[in-house]
């Protein structure tokens, strides 16, 4: 009798420790989920905060033909962009530029032909841009970033021309397509950012200075 109640409180002992030992295996496989699911979840950027718009300065230069002339000229423009940030690092940017790109006088032309032309440009661009973040880099106190940008633009032309030696004018309307890349640099200031770079588009390139600010 001793030895049969002994060998079933040995088998209850042994199930007992069978038992904890799956309760204890459950515990540890299910305590890391359980504990992540107790952190408290990080908040999601509002989708407002994305977007920012800016107004930027730049001096521009632009080459032009008329007829068999070929001349060039340099002016101030004026531009508005906003962009939308995919992350820290990306945004994609849409940007409208416009500027009398060349107003020049007494230009000679083909044979005793000299003329007056004032050109404007009025351009829309969608690009791409790439912050690269100096602080990570170089262990900077400032908030510094080198950008480069890639894009597509579409520019409308005026040009005015008016022959001195037949005092007549002429209107023309050029439009032009391709792409346009730039590169920079910037400087955040919390939703305050300063940016200066080159562009390149077309038969115009531009030395920029920018503010734009994070909504």
Partial sequence: MSRATSQRTSSRRAGSRRRAGVVAAFVLAVAPWAARAAEPTP???PLGSRFYGGVDVASIHYNDTYGDVAFGGSSIGLGLYTGYRVNDKLSIELAYDETTAIDKHDVPGSGVT???????LHTVSVSAVRQLFLRDLFNLPRDWRVYG???VFGTNLDRTVTNLNLSTQASQQE???GVLAGTGMLYHLGRLELRGGLRFWGEAHDIDLAAQFRF
């Fill in 114 to 120: 000299v003329f007056n032309v004032e050109t404007e």
């Fill in 43 to 45: 908040p999601k950027t």
């Fill in 149 to 151: 940008m890639l894009g």
């Fill in 175 to 177: 439009k032009n397509t």
